[in-house]
């Protein structure tokens, strides 16, 4: 007597979407999101900029500051906990359960963003100043609103529903730069950039939370018991919060507190205007890693540790071929183009841009580390090396800001995310195994890189203005087309993968770049077969 074929769970549909191509797709949407919204927050940054003064922009950047890191402090565990739960529960056949569990870490996301509310509004009431009191407090209802969109925003990912997350931040975010500018323009000041954020935050959370019900219906149809994953859940939640605490001062703008104590509110400025446009290039770059937890995640819950070995490899070599040459053009063109957009009152934002941006290459690679870290919840590793970076940084925030401010708070920046990428990257590799990293073809893409920087750094001095930035990006692109024909950096294989995995998306036009890639190509080396000596 035959056997009817057993009926696919959500799960195996789930984990059949988990593929190169899908994984592509969102890595698509997600470097759009990660363009768009840094552009617009440069945007809002120079509007402010102009009219608030340096001694204003210093104000309304630590405020914000302040209220960006208690909002991290209370929902980035979470976060992490539920980009992972949501992938592996899924993907394990565990749906039930976590929809029962969804319901209850709700509710403490709901304590925490009145938490979050009510401590940045107590600060807010103790400033004499009532326009600086009434930023404080609108600002506070914004972070808490964004905590409390943590977990709709993290079910949408975990499910890699990477487009519907991405659409809503898009338009949200450009009608918020428009009216901020607006508002600015009104007179309205510190307190007016603060309401409209408010505002759009609010309409962001509940965009965000219709798809994440309709999504959860979808994927999740019945509601089990979420005891056991509970406890999962918040355990792991509570590892990455002890984590998000030490990751806060390498990766955040910690120098801000010390630079309030040691400087004036315009070094604040010029600090958070170089710190924003590194950022803003570096949160492009990490589209090519932020779909890499789902997906690891996923991976992991079917037991597929081979793929997993394999995606970290492919990622990190992606990353040192394609920051490099972005890296290098910000380093030529980027301090020049910074006195020309905000003024020659912020002339001292190019030393610390160059500063800040010569490690984002490699922290980049160090996100794929992380993720793999977490992915395999081994959270007290990353804490290590995370503690070990956190006495790099304040020991050299004490010793350089009180002399050099601005400058030394970027040195003491740089040297904590050196370090700890670094010891991430090792942790990672000695976990997963061998990664084929390429190095040869990487050493070609670095010399291609520094003879592009080089052109750019000789048309921007040669021309000057607003006509030499546009030089220089012209030089930089032209010479690094030319050097990257001749070295040949980029692997055929990996070529290969891209194209085949994604080359229809945007209208063929990942096929397209691929084939103009191919270029500057060449043949991987044949892959080593051990051969077993006979018996």
């Known amino acids: 007597m035959s056997q009817a074929p057993p009926e696919e769970s959500p ?26 919204a840094p552009l617009l927050l440069l945007t809002t940054s120079v509007v402010a900029a102009r009219f608030l003064g340096p001694t204003g922009m210093g104000q309304q950047s630590f405020i914000a500051f302040a209220s960006l890191s208690l909002g991290l402090a209370l929902s980035s565990g979470m976060s992490s906990a539920l980009y992972r739960y949501v992938g592996t529960s899924i993907g394990m056949g565990r749906g039930a359960a976590l929809r029962g569990a969804l319901r209850r870490v709700w509710v403490l996301q709901s304590v925490a963003a009145v938490a979050d509310f009510a401590g940045l509004a107590a600060i807010g009431l103790t400033h004499t100043n009532s326009t600086i009191r009434l930023a404080w407090i ?44 607006a508002v600015l323009a009104a007179g309205w000041g510190i307190p007016g950039m603060f309401g409209v954020e408010l505002i759009a935050v609010a309409v962001n959370v509940g965009w965000v939370l219709a798809r994440s019900r309709a999504t959860v219906r979808e994927l999740i149809p019945t509601v089990g018991d979420p005891e056991e994953l509970t406890g999962e859940i918040l355990r792991f939640a509570g590892l990455a919060t002890a984590q998000t605490l030490l990751a806060y001062v390498v990766w955040q703008r910690s120098e801000f507190f010390f630079l309030s104590r040691y400087t004036v509110a315009a070094q604040i400025a010029v600090f958070s205007i170089a710190y924003a446009s590194a950022t803003a290039v570096q949160r492009v770059l990490e589209g090519i890693t932020a779909v890499l937890h789902p997906v690891l995640a996923a991976m992991l819950g079917a037991g597929q540790h081979e793929r997993i070995r394999v995606a970290v490899g492919r990622a990190a070599r992606l990353v040192l071929l394609a920051t490099p040459p972005i890296i290098g053009g910000l380093l030529a063109v980027g301090p020049e183009a910074l006195r020309l957009i905000y003024g020659d009152a912020y002339r001292q934002t190019g030393p610390v841009l160059v500063i800040l941006a010569a490690v984002i290459p490699l922290v980049i690679v160090a996100r794929v580390g992380a993720s793999i870290l977490n992915v395999l919840r ?27 401010a601005a400058l030394g708070a970027a040195v003491a920046n740089t040297a904590a995310q ?27 893409g670095l010399l291609a890189t520094g003879v592009s920087a080089a052109a750019a750094v000789v048309a921007v001095r040669v021309v000057g203005g607003v006509a030499g930035v546009a030089a220089g990006v012209v030089a930089g692109t032209a010479a690094y087309a030319v050097a990257a024909v001749l070295v040949r950096p980029f692997p055929s294989t990996d070529l290969d993968w891209l194209e085949a995995a994604a080359g229809d998306r945007l209208g063929g036009l990942v096929r397209r770049v691929c084939h103009l890639a191919r270029w500057a190509a060449r043949p991987a080396p044949p892959p080593v077969i051990a051969v077993p000596p006979e018996a």
């Open 138 to 181: 609108l600002s506070a209802a914004t972070s808490g609103l964004t905590v409390l969109q943590t977990v709709p925003s993290a079910i949408l990912i975990g499910a890699q529903r990477w487009r519907q997350a991405g659409v809503i931040g898009l338009l949200t975010g450009v009608v918020a730069t428009a009216a901020t500018a």
């Open 11 to 36: 799960g195996s549909e789930f984990l059949a979407r988990t593929t190169g191509s899908n994984a592509v797709g969102g890595l698509l949407w997600t470097l759009l999101s990660n363009l768009t």
């Open 418 to 444: 050196a370090v700890a990428a670094v010891l991430e990257i090792i942790a990672a590799v000695r976990i997963v195994g061998p990664v084929e990293w390429r190095f040869p073809a990487i050493t070609r």
């Open 378 to 404: 081994r959270l007290w590793v990353l804490m290590g090396c995370l503690a070990v970076a956190t006495v790099v940084d304040i020991a050299l925030c004490l010793a350089l800001i009180p002399r050099h």
